[in-house]
T-cell receptor, first 116, second 114 residues
Framework: AQTVTQSQPEMSVQEAETVTLSCTYD???????LFWYKQPPSRQMILVIR??????QNATENRFSVNFQKAAKSFSLKISDSQLGDAAMYFC?????????????FGKGTRLSVIA | NAGVTQTPKFQVLKTGQSMTLQCAQD?????MSWYRQDPGMGLRLIHY???????DQGEVPNGYNVSRSTTEDFPLRLLSAAPSQTSVYFC?????????????FGQGTRLTVV
């Protein structure tokens, strides 16, 4: 079974600075998807960014980018120019790309605080 | 589009009571799933369905039942609530297949069992 590990339960960053959230995963598959979800205090789960394992290029979405290291099974999220609205729980998630559809497997989350 | 709608948003149950958490989506997604979120545990999969009439167990299925009679609805039933089922529950849906893999989540149901 696949597992996702987020080793940082809590992180903090100064406003306008850059922060990196870590995620590692364990799988024997070669084709899969990785995601970062944001959960603000409203509880809503918001997709931040996703990466297809077959793509070598790291995904970016505005201030959010990932460092995908397939051999190391690492998928970190970098938030640049941090804003107060970035404060939230962040979950890393894995989904197999095998036939049919498979559930998302989540890490335990990292709580990010942004200091003004 | 309403997306994924969960009801109720909050619920308090007494131990032993039963209830159904409702989940509906209007995006014609084949795939639906239920997760529970507990502090320090992330989201854990309870049950999921890859289409109408098909359901399967996830990581923590005990104490919960599901059915999928239509594409739109995927209710989660607690047969006899226990304090260990106090949690926040999320329903999610997505297209079946490889190309469209984003999951859309409901806003969650905070359940307290006393």
């Amino acid at each position: 079974a696949q597992t996702v590990t987020q080793s940082q339960p809590e992180m903090s960053v100064q406003e306008a600075e850059t922060v990196t959230l870590s995620c590692t995963y364990d799988t024997s598959e070669s084709d899969y998807y990785l995601f970062w979800y944001k959960q603000p205090p409203s509880r809503q789960m918001i997709l931040v960014i996703r990466q297809e394992a077959y793509k070598q290029q790291n995904a970016t979405e505005n201030r959010f980018s990932v460092n995908f290291q397939k051999a190391a099974k690492s998928f970190s999220l970098k938030i640049s120019d941090s804003q107060l609205g970035d404060a939230a729980m962040y979950f890393c998630a894995y989904r197999s790309a095998s036939s049919g559809n498979t559930p998302l497997v989540f890490g335990k989350g990292t709580r990010l605080s942004v200091i003004a | 589009n309403a997306g994924v709608t969960q009801t109720p948003k909050f619920q308090v149950l007494k131990t032993g009571q039963s209830m159904t958490l409702q989940c509906a989506q209007d995006m014609n997604h084949e795939y639906m799933s239920w997760y529970r979120q507990d502090p320090g545990m992330g989201l854990r999969l309870i049950h999921y369905s890859v289409g109408a009439g098909i359901t399967d167990q996830g990581e923590v299925p005990n104490g919960y039942n599901v059915s999928r009679s239509t594409t739109e609805d995927f209710p989660l039933r607690l047969l006899s609530a226990a304090p260990s089922q106090t949690s926040v529950y999320f329903c999610a849906s997505s297209y079946r297949g490889i190309l469209d893999t984003e999951a859309f989540f409901g806003q969650g149901t905070r359940l307290t069992v006393v």
